[in-house]
Nanobody, 125 residues
Framework: QVQLVESGGGLVQAGGSLRLSCAASASTFSVYNIAWFRQAPGEEREFVVVISSRGTSYYEDSVKGRFTISRDNARKMVYLQMNSLKPEDTAVYYC???????????????????WGQGTQVTVSS
C-alpha cells in the first residue's frame, strides 16, 4: 500500500515557476514508478510526466523543456519543477504510483494503482 501526498500548488502569474512535491509512504519507494497527471475543469485527466524506478523520465510534449521531474529515494519524494508556466497549465495536479509499468501504458491513468489527493495550480494571464 502506498499513500501519496502532493503539495506546492498555488497561484502564479504566466511565466512564473512552481515546484510541486509528492511525498510517499511506501517502505519500498524506490521500486515505484511515479507520474504526474493533471486535470483542468471540465477536462479529462491527462498525463504530464513519469519517472521510472531507475530514474528515467518521459514528458508529455507540451511540457518538455519547461517541466523537470526528479526523485529522492532516501526522502521518498518526487518533485516537479514547473517553469515558464502558461494559463493552460492551470489544473489540479496529481501524483500517481505503480510498480509495474511498460512503455505502452505509462501515460494511461488506468496503469496506476495509487493516487494522491491533488494540488491546485492556477496560472493567471
Amino acid at each position: 500500500q502506498v499513500q501519496l501526498v502532493e503539495s506546492g500548488g498555488g497561484l502564479v502569474q504566466a511565466g512564473g515557476s512552481l515546484r510541486l512535491s509528492c511525498a510517499a509512504s511506501a517502505s519500498t519507494f524506490s521500486v515505484y514508478n511515479i507520474a504526474w497527471f493533471r486535470q483542468a475543469p471540465g477536462e479529462e485527466r491527462e498525463f504530464v510526466v513519469v519517472i521510472s524506478s531507475r530514474g528515467t523520465s518521459y514528458y508529455e510534449d507540451s511540457v518538455k523543456g519547461r517541466f523537470t521531474i526528479s526523485r529522492d529515494n532516501a526522502r521518498k519524494m518526487v518533485y516537479l519543477q514547473m517553469n515558464s508556466l502558461k494559463p493552460e497549465d492551470t489544473a489540479v495536479y496529481y501524483c500517481a504510483a505503480d510498480q509495474d509499468l511498460t512503455t505502452a501504458i505509462m501515460t494511461s491513468q488506468r496503469a496506476y494503482d495509487y493516487w494522491g489527493q491533488g494540488t491546485q495550480v492556477t496560472v493567471s494571464s
